[in-house]
C-alpha cells in the first residue's frame, strides 16, 4: 500500500500541525524577576549559605577575640605576699671594709610565690645588688693583680645603701615563657629554649627575647608600726634600703612582692605583657590591649 503524501492535509497524514485533542496544555510561568518579594530557590541557597558562612566565621573569631582581648583588660588579680624577713634577702650588704675581688656583694634569691590563682603561682628571683653592675671594677689589661686589688678594695669601700637596690625578677623567659635560671658564674640569667641571655637586672644581653624579664613590685616594711589604708595605698609603709638594712635583724622588718609588670629596655614600666609582645617600638602597636 502507497505512504500517504506528506503535507496533503488528509487526517492521517504526516503533514501539517496537530489539532486533535491534548493531555494538558501548556501553560506559561509567570515571570516574578520584577517582584522584591519573591524568593527564587537560587536566592533561598545563597541567603543560606551567606548566613552559615557567618555563623562559622563567628564561631571561629570569637573565642580568639576573647582570648586575646578579655584577659588583657581584665588585668591580673594580685596582692602583697610576705616572703620572710628582710635579714635573709639583705645579706653581704655595705659598708665593704677590706674588700677583695672575691668579696661577694649583695645576695640572690630564688624562691616560689603563689599567687590569687594557679595562673599567678610563679618563681621570683630576689636580687639585691648594685643598681649599676657594670660599676664593679675589673682587671685592665697591663695591671698588676696588687694594683688591682687596691683599686678594688677603694671602689667597694665608697658603696653605700644608695648605690644598691631589690629587684623582684619573675624566671618566666619573655621570649616564649620559658623558666630562664640564674647562672652564678656570669651573673645573669640564661634561657635553656631558645638562647635567650639576661644580665642580673633581667635586662637582655642577647638572643631572641623582645624586651627584659618580667618584675614583680617588691617593698620593705615594718611591721612593728601601724600604718591606715591611705598610707599603705601612697607608699609611705615602705622603708628606704638604707633603713631597711639598718633594721634587718629585727625580725619584723618583712619584704612582701606584689604586682607584676613588664619593663622596657629603659627599665621603664609597664602594664604585666605576655611572652613575646614588646612594650615599646612599631612592634607594641599590634598588642594594643595588653
Same mark, same amino acid.
Given at each position: ?7 496533503s ?14 493531555a494538558?496544555?501548556?501553560t506559561?510561568e ?7 518579594g ?19 566565621t !563567628?564561631?571561629i573569631?570569637v ?5 586575646a582581648?578579655?584577659n588583657?583588660l581584665?588585668g591580673?588579680e594580685?596582692r602583697? /605576699? ?7 634577702? &639583705?645579706k653581704n ?5 677590706? !674588700?677583695t675581688?672575691?668579696t661577694? /656583694?649583695g ?10 590563682d ?13 643598681v649599676?653592675?657594670?660599676a664593679k671594677p675589673?682587671p685592665?689589661?697591663d695591671?698588676s693583680t696588687?694594683g688591682?686589688?687596691a683599686r678594688f678594695k ?7 645603701? !644608695?648605690d644598691?637596690d631589690?629587684? !623582684? /625578677?619573675?624566671?618566666?623567659?619573655a621570649?616564649?615563657?620559658c623558666?630562664?635560671?640564674y647562672?652564678?658564674?656570669s651573673?645573669?640569667f ?12 633581667? &635586662?637582655?644581653t ?9 618584675r614583680l ?5 615594718d611591721?612593728?608600726?601601724?600604718y ?9 609603709d615602705r622603708l628606704s634600703?638604707?633603713q631597711?638594712?639598718a633594721k634587718?635583724?629585727s625580725p619584723?622588718v ?7 609588670y ?10 604585666l605583657?605576655a611572652?613575646?609582645e614588646p612594650v615599646?617600638g612599631t ?6 590591649f595588653?
Amino acid at each position: 500500500m502507497a505512504e500517504d503524501e506528506p503535507d496533503s492535509g488528509a487526517p492521517g497524514t504526516q503533514g501539517g500541525p496537530y489539532e486533535g485533542p491534548r493531555a494538558t496544555d501548556f501553560t506559561p510561568e509567570a515571570d516574578h524577576s520584577d517582584d522584591p518579594g519573591y524568593i527564587t530557590r537560587t536566592r533561598f541557597l545563597s541567603t543560606v549559605a551567606i548566613a552559615g558562612g557567618g555563623i562559622l566565621t !563567628a564561631a571561629i573569631l570569637v573565642p580568639v577575640v576573647g582570648f586575646a582581648v578579655a584577659n588583657p583588660l581584665k588585668g591580673e588579680e594580685w596582692r602583697w /605576699i610576705d616572703i620572710g624577713p628582710a635579714s635573709d634577702f &639583705l645579706k653581704n650588704a655595705p659598708p665593704y671594709a677590706n !674588700a677583695t675581688p672575691s668579696t661577694k /656583694i649583695g645576695e640572690v634569691a630564688s624562691l616560689a610565690v603563689a599567687g590569687t590563682d594557679p595562673e599567678a603561682d610563679r618563681r621570683v628571683y630576689l636580687m639585691f645588688g648594685l643598681v649599676e653592675p657594670s660599676a664593679k671594677p675589673i682587671p685592665g689589661p697591663d695591671e698588676s693583680t696588687d694594683g688591682f686589688d687596691a683599686r678594688f678594695k677603694a671602689w667597694a669601700a665608697s658603696i653605700t645603701a !644608695a648605690d644598691m637596690d631589690m629587684l !623582684a /625578677i619573675w624566671n618566666r623567659c619573655a621570649h616564649l615563657g620559658c623558666p630562664v635560671a640564674y647562672a652564678a658564674g656570669s651573673q645573669g640569667f640564661i634561657c635553656p629554649c631558645h638562647g635567650g641571655a639576661y644580665d642580673s637586672r633581667g &635586662l637582655v644581653t642577647g638572643g631572641p627575647p623582645p624586651r627584659p624579664l618580667d618584675r614583680l613590685d617588691v617593698k620593705i616594711v615594718d611591721q612593728s608600726q601601724q600604718y591606715s589604708a591611705a598610707d599603705i595605698a601612697s607608699g609611705n609603709d615602705r622603708l628606704s634600703l638604707q633603713q631597711a638594712i639598718a633594721k634587718s635583724s629585727s625580725p619584723k622588718v618583712r619584704v612582701l612582692v606584689g604586682k607584676a609588670y613588664s619593663i622596657s629596655d629603659e627599665q621603664e614600666p609597664f602594664p604585666l605583657h605576655a611572652p613575646g609582645e614588646p612594650v615599646t617600638g612599631t612592634l607594641s602597636n599590634l598588642y594594643p590591649f595588653t
